[in-house]
């Protein structure tokens, strides 16, 4: 059995994944912009499988740095499932534009000034930093536990950004776009902002009381009439519509691009009226004070919003970082719908009046609802993303949070659909990786670098998959650089069905019994089934590892592990990597057994590349049955270097039962052949005479 058959012990929290030693130390990736691996690299991977590429070569000596943001957060209460999701979105995209071979960075934080988090931590008994504090932590250990791989958590009470904040202010002044005036309206504390009288509605509560609420958010607003700074949001209409209309595609998805045109287009609308961008500190206290006028602090959205210029080391100087510098105007900016028009009016109007650009494109996504309803801790409805990680595993919530979160439409929050997923994970990915590593066809762990040789390489049985694999990663491409992510992972489900289906009409169990019993009568014959036994083997394993790679970004540690169980290199796991070519088979060998030499030994197949062992991890000496898989030694190098490891011990969570298996494989020296025997768990304790877990897939 493969050690990547432990991904499916990984959809499952219960037990953690032990990886061998070789595998055990952080991943780095090695990323390229385009190109293949050098000739030394090359030299050094002898037996590694070549995976064509289809990339071109880089033609930017030194491209921008890819800039994703998620949103700041606010730090007024504990985090959702609807921040997970939004920076799950972000970091999905990041380690996107990485595997692409961009150079990339991401940005999420805590939004921590303002009227809001004054009464929250008056509420809770302590000074704002401190509450801040507390609450920003809580963000971080959400984040760090969701495995996401941000550049910057930038908080907005840094030094750092003060300065950035105060610059903005100082260029937007310097441009005459902020005045003193006197500013009333209805103003909304939960959201920060002024509302139009257009915007809001009167209400008669359940106790006969009439309230004002915002129309959009439905939170009370209270009228209030104050001096402050204002700044003219008016004489930025036309440079929006300007910008909107050069670049259709700078807000997705295109409802929302539309919401955002109309509201800037259509003559009843008063929403670009002069927006404050201060308060005064007899009314708030915490906040940024305005820039020679300490009576007055900055208006909370100029000071968030600044945040994603922060990041990049704004105000910039001849001294700042280039990979940070290079990385504005940003190329995603993630938010929820619900904060469209502060990014997508507000933000891109502060930006071209301080002589900046906009952001390239904005991404706001849908809400997460259960029964039907918008997630709100005041109805006590909403899902604690710790909780549901704990449960299901990392990989898997972020695995459902794509596969099943809406971008234009809401979506439905239920913890069956995220166990639904964690099946679908087991049923189409595990059980691809647990067939193709049964001790019945593959008891040496090899994988072929090539089909089958002459007529039984890739014919008209392999031609729907090999079809799929073919365009699989350009049609993930297409999907996933368009914000499409359910349909990218999609079409990776559908290669990894039709590759079961594909083992199924193959029968690899049936070849690999073929190949014994006409060996000592019939070499021609056993040799045919070897090569068509090859072949299964080697479309099987190639859409484990496409897919492996392409869902890299989705589930980062589970992928990882699975290509380190592949011996994919890490110079191995780009965008140029995911292709898929049809290879001609080679006669290397075709005399002897289907893997030529035993594990532990040193392997060749002739000029038809290198061939990689699937890595396998030891049972520790005299672990009884339950006990965790220990760390692997590493086994002597042969000739030519990387070889394999011993499965031992592994969990699998396959079809929703648990089925624990104690492999123990032994080599006959004598004889030049190995037997596998097992231990199983269903319900009760069984025996399996051979083949490891290999006959209880379902044929």
Not at 252 to 265: E, F, G, H, I, R
Not at 534 to 550: D, F, G, K, P
Not at 616 to 634: C, F, L, N, P, S
Request: a negative charge.
């Amino acid at each position: 059995m493969l050690a990547a058959i432990a991904l499916l012990r990984g959809f499952h929290p219960a037990r953690p994944l032990l990886l061998p030693s070789a595998a055990s130390a952080p991943i780095t990736l090695h990323l390229r912009h385009g190109g293949v691996p050098s000739t030394a690299v090359a030299a050094r991977s002898s037996l590694r499988r070549n995976h064509l590429s289809t990339a071109q070569p880089a033609t930017e000596t030194n491209p921008p740095t890819k800039l994703v943001t998620s949103p700041i957060f606010y730090v007024n209460a504990a985090p959702h499932i609807g921040h997970l999701y939004s920076i799950v979105l972000t970091d999905v995209i990041k380690r996107w534009f990485e595997f692409r071979g961009f150079p990339s960075m991401s940005s999420t934080g805590t939004d921590e000034h303002g009227l809001k988090i004054q009464e929250a931590a008056k509420q809770n008994e302590k000074e704002p930093k401190q509450f801040c504090d507390e609450v920003s932590k809580k963000f971080k250990d959400l984040f760090d536990k969701a495995n996401i791989d941000y550049t910057d958590f930038i908080r907005t009470t840094e030094p750092r950004h003060h300065v950035a904040v105060q610059e903005m202010w100082r260029r937007l002044e310097q441009g005459g776009f902020i005045y003193k005036g006197t500013h009333e309206g209805w103003y909304c504390v939960s959201d920060e902002t002024f509302y139009p009288a257009t915007q809001v509605t009167k209400i008669t509560d359940q106790n006969g009381k009439e309230k004002m609420l915002s129309k959009e958010t439905e939170k009370p607003v209270e009228w209030t009439i104050e001096e402050n700074y204002k700044f003219r949001l008016g004489d930025m209409k036309q440079h929006l519509i300007k910008w909107l209309e050069d670049n259709p595609d700078a807000i997705v998805p295109k409802s929302q691009y539309d919401n955002v045109m109309k509201a800037l287009t259509t003559e009843a609308s008063d929403g670009l009226t002069d927006l404050s961008v201060s308060r005064p500190r007899s009314r708030l206290q915490w906040g940024i004070p305005v820039p020679g006028d300490p009576n007055h602090v900055v208006y909370v959205w100029l000071d968030a919003l600044t945040n994603y210029l922060t990041v990049t080391g704004f105000p910039w100087t001849e001294n700042s970082d280039p990979h940070k510098r290079s990385a504005w105007p940003a190329q995603w900016h993630v938010v929820g719908k619900d904060i469209i028009k502060f990014h997508a009016i507000y933000w891109p109007a502060f930006l071209i009046a301080a002589g900046l650009p906009p952001p390239q494109r904005i991404v706001s996504h849908a809400h997460w609802l259960k029964n039907n309803t918008k997630m709100s801790k005041s109805l006590g409805n909403v899902a604690d993303p710790i909780e549901l990680m704990d449960k299901y595993g990392v990989d898997v919530v972020r695995y459902f949070l794509l596969r099943d979160g809406g971008i234009e439409y809401d979506a439905e929050f239920s913890t069956a659909t995220v166990a639904k997923r964690q099946k679908e994970l087991a049923g189409q990915l595990g059980n691809l990786v647990m067939r193709c590593g049964s001790g019945v066809v593959n008891p040496e762990g090899l994988i072929p670098a090539t089909p089958g040789a002459g007529q039984f390489g890739i014919g008209e049985a392999e031609e729907r998959l090999a079809g799929l694999l073919e365009n699989l990663r350009d049609n993930v491409t297409g999907h996933f650089e368009s914000i499409q992510f359910s349909r990218g992972i999609e079409c990776v489900v559908e290669a990894l069905y039709e590759a079961n289906s594909y083992w199924n009409d193959r029968k690899p169990w049936d070849l690999a019994a073929e190949m014994a019993a006409a060996a000592p009568a019939s070499p021609e014959a056993a040799a045919a089934a070897r090569e068509q036994l090859r072949t299964a083997l080697h479309m099987c394993l190639e859409t484990v590892r496409i897919a492996a790679l392409v869902l890299q970004p989705v589930m980062p540690g589970k992928m990882g592990s699975l290509l380190d169980a592949l011996a994919v290199g890490k110079d191995e796991r780009g965008w140029e990597n995911a292709g898929f070519a049809r290879r001609e088979g080679d006669d290397a060998g075709r005399a002897g057994p289907l893997h030529p030499g035993k594990a532990g030994a040193a392997v060749s197949n002739g000029e038809g590349g290198g061939r990689r062992r699937l890595c396998r991890g030891k049972r520790a000496k005299g672990a009884k049955d339950g006990e965790e898989e220990q760390e692997g030694e590493e086994e002597q190098e042969g000739e030519q270097g990387q070889e394999g490891r011993l499965l031992s011990y592994v969990t699998l969570h396959f079809w929703g039962t648990w089925h624990e298996c104690y492999h123990s494989v032994s080599w006959n020296e004598k004889e030049g052949n190995s037997f596998v025997s097992s231990r199983g768990l269903l319900g009760g304790r069984q025996r399996i005479e051979s083949g490891g877990c290999g006959p209880r897939v379902p044929q």
